[in-house]
């Protein structure tokens, strides 16, 4: 479905992001985990289209879609969500989630209906017709996925919608994100909290200093000793064989 | 009876076109006029967040349009009125597709706006065609065929006209796909890309659309009062009544620009009772633009009137 080819982009002296590829399987929920600042954003924002790659290629549903337009990319069926929520603080919620299926609905009935439906089944009912700007973090993340949603994606990249929630919000969110897979949405995320990625991921590759340095399922990438070393720290992995 | 209030302004509105009094309908014909330009600079600026200052740009263009056209080609101003709105949604779609294919937003497309206005107006004032800073001066030839107006009435009907059209197209705005896009853009670029929306396609639309509207109202001022010159074309005072206008009433509403109209030449005609110097209706427009920008940044829409509600509510 998504096929990232060498990636790499650079903002001044930093090498934000080296040299990451990666594949996301049709069906899959994949995941991209690893330390703060390591350009897992950065690669999102290269593969949706926000950020221009210093080289590198995106293939997206068989379509080279390398420095296209974000909006060309969601209207192919590639949609991405934000770390910090960006809602539209001035609509209602049911107005925000709108925007989203209007993508592929033109008939405002319909499109209405349609956004209704599927903040309904967010979990965000109550909440419809209440200003975005009065949604709580929880609410807001919730908000990101269903305007996503609602564009009707065949690819999904969620970026950090766990962040900032609490222990129960993130078990329904998790058994949410399974929900839309299981409908038939390819899934691509980012993500800290690493109960969830092992709840929910096939694969997940893992990304320090812009560079990838291991792929595998969750367990396999939470266990190797790279990966122990990016996040803990040099000689991180040695200290922790010897403990056992 | 506070929730008819839309009612009661169109029979207030409609009032004057059965009086006569020349006072009274001249009044009304020139706060139906205001409104008229503060939903045109509306379409784009309130709905689309386009921080526009020179929107006299496409004013001046509408009158200068139909003013060439019948002193020079003879063309009936009639249909010099559709000719003049093509070239204000034409101006539109050229400033819209060069400055946000450049991606000029807030401030600096604020500044180019003014730039283009501007460079407009010392065109019209050093150019043959446009007779310099002498001005076009339209024969008078009163005849409803002619679109000069005897009957001050007749004038303030198509006024009126005019501005329900303007109203329908913003009423439009608040209704469709494209207006509800066009929201989201200003509300959030990056999330109306990400959305699947064409940032600078829809923005262009917006200004070419508004462009269309307040090119209409220059040729309406052209054919009221049968004279164009370069500062009444292109000012700058002009631009900044049309946004004031908007923003007293509501910027982003449908009704604003006419609660606007309203609110700024009562105050406007009172000032001047008191105190007739000239330069001071700038003065008291930059103090009043500054008041509404601390204390009401919704306008008077914002107020929450019933029928204005489900306006934009910012940050809680």
Request: aromatic content about 8%; proline content about 4%.
């Amino acid at each position: 479905m998504l096929e990232v080819r060498s990636l790499a982009k650079r903002f001044g002296g930093l090498r934000a992001v080296k040299d990451v590829s990666l594949d996301v399987p049709a069906g899959s929920i994949t995941a991209l985990i690893g330390p703060n600042g390591a350009g897992k954003t950065t690669t999102f924002a290269m593969i949706a289209g926000f950020t221009v790659p210093d080289s590198g290629a995106v293939r997206f549903a068989g379509t080279e879609i390398t420095r296209w337009r974000p909006d060309r990319i969601a209207a192919l069926g590639m949609v991405r969500t934000f770390q910090i929520t960006q809602p539209f603080a001035g609509l209602t919620v049911a107005e925000n989630i709108r925007v989203g299926a209007f993508l592929r609905h033109h008939d405002v009935t319909e499109a209405t209906a349609r956004a209704r439906a599927v903040g309904t089944r967010l979990g965000l009912g109550p909440m419809l017709d209440r200003p975005a700007a009065a949604l709580t973090v929880a609410g807001r993340k919730r908000l990101e996925v269903a305007r996503a949603l609602a564009t009707e994606p065949r690819l999904l990249l969620l970026d950090e919608v766990m962040a900032g929630l609490n222990p129960s919000e993130v078990n329904e969110i998790v058994a949410l994100i399974r929900q839309v897979r299981d409908g038939g949405v390819t899934i691509l995320l980012i993500e800290h909290i690493m109960q969830a990625v092992a709840a929910l991921a096939e694969t997940a590759h893992v990304l320090a200093e812009g560079a990838l340095i291991a792929s595998g399922t969750p367990r396999q990438s939470a266990a190797d000793p790279a990966v122990v070393e990016a996040y803990l720290g040099h000689g991180a992995a040695a200290r922790m064989a010897r403990h056992e | 009876m506070l929730k008819y209030w839309p009612v009661l302004l169109v029979v207030a509105a409609l009032l004057p076109l059965a009086s006569s009094s020349q006072f009274l309908v001249n009044l009304a014909m020139l706060t139906a006029f205001s409104a008229l330009l503060g939903q045109g600079w509306n379409i784009a600026c309130g709905f689309g967040g386009l921080t526009s200052f020179g929107h006299a740009v496409f004013f001046g263009i509408g009158a200068y349009a139909v003013a060439i056209m019948q002193t020079r080609f003879g063309i009936n101003p009639w249909f010099g009125l559709p000719a003049a709105a093509v070239l204000g949604a034409a101006a539109g779609a050229v400033l819209g597709a060069a400055a946000f294919r450049a991606g000029l937003r807030g401030s600096y497309f604020a500044l180019v706006t003014l730039a283009f206005a501007e460079v407009f107006r010392i065109l019209a004032n050093s150019l043959e065609i446009t007779k310099g800073g002498l001005g076009i001066l339209i024969p008078l030839h009163p005849a409803l065929a002619n679109f000069q107006f005897d009957d001050r009435r007749e004038a303030y009907a198509l006024v009126l006209a005019v501005l329900a059209v303007a109203m329908g197209v913003a009423a439009w705005l608040r209704r469709s796909r494209f207006g509800a896009r066009l929201v989201a853009v200003r509300e959030n670029e990056d999330a109306a890309a990400a959305l699947g929306i064409p940032l600078v396609r829809t923005k262009t639309q917006a200004l070419a659309l508004s462009g269309a509207v307040t090119a209409t109202a220059g040729v309406l001022y052209a054919q009221m009062f049968l004279y164009v010159d370069p500062s009444i074309a292109f000012g700058a005072d002009r631009s900044v009544e049309m946004l004031l206008v908007a923003m007293i009433g509501g910027a982003g509403t449908v009704w604003g620009p006419v609660l606007g109209a309203i609110v700024l030449h009562l105050i406007q005609d009172t000032a001047r009772l008191l105190i007739d110097t000239p330069g001071f209706a700038p003065m008291l427009y930059g103090a009043i633009l500054l008041v509404i920008i601390a204390f009401m940044p919704n306008g008077i829409a914002g107020l929450r009137l019933p029928a204005l509600r489900r306006n934009r509510v910012r940050d809680a």
